[in-house]
């Protein structure tokens, strides 16, 4: 493949992102318009369905009203994993994205987490118009620290490709 070939498919892998960050947003702020009321059933559903899963693929044997007892009590802890796998997830897409002008890796890094962090704020501005949910800053930290859980981790995997690729062409030659 050509230079300006590679060239071109970084620039639309990068632009891709860019879009998919500003999709993504549109998500996050679709869960944040859910009422209480809705928006718990979505989360007890969930996790639900994840202990009952867990159950059958482990071949547990667990009443349904043992596994409804286990995701009532994870059910908190889920949400606010949700939150940081949501968060994290639009880091990594701003960082892709960012990618396309030259900066340093902090930079970069840095630019992702703190826009991230920004939305993080205004996602839980926009929850104090929505009845029966409330902003609050913990929840932007926890939206803030999944930012920099996925940048982070996102720039290792690259790191770690990188050096295996660098490993199997020296091998080669």
């Not at 867990?54 to 009203?65: A, G, I, M, Q, V």
């Not at 902003?135 to 859980?149: H, P, Y």
Request: with cysteine; proline share 1%; net charge neutral.
């Amino acid at each position: 493949m050509k230079k300006s070939e590679e060239k071109f498919g970084m620039v639309l892998l990068r632009n891709l992102a860019g879009v998919l960050a500003i999709v993504w947003m549109c998500v996050i702020f679709a869960f944040s318009a859910q009422e209480k009321e809705e928006s718990g059933e979505v989360s007890a559903s969930f996790t639900y369905h994840m202990v009952s899963s867990t159950r059958t693929f482990f071949h547990l044997d667990l009443s349904d009203e043992r596994v409804k007892e286990i995701a009532d009590a994870i059910e908190g802890f889920v949400r606010k994993v949700a939150h940081m796998v949501e968060y994290g997830t639009l880091a990594v897409l701003l960082y892709i994205w960012i990618g396309q002008w030259e900066m340093s890796f902090l930079r970069r890094a840095g630019t992702a987490v703190g826009a991230t962090a920004v939305y993080a704020a205004t996602d839980e501005i926009h929850q104090y118009f929505v009845p029966g949910r409330a902003g609050r800053f913990s929840d932007v930290c926890i939206d803030s620290a999944g930012a920099l859980a996925g940048v982070v981790i996102f720039a290792l995997l690259v790191r770690i490709v990188e050096h295996v690729r660098a490993r199997r062409l020296k091998h080669e030659n």
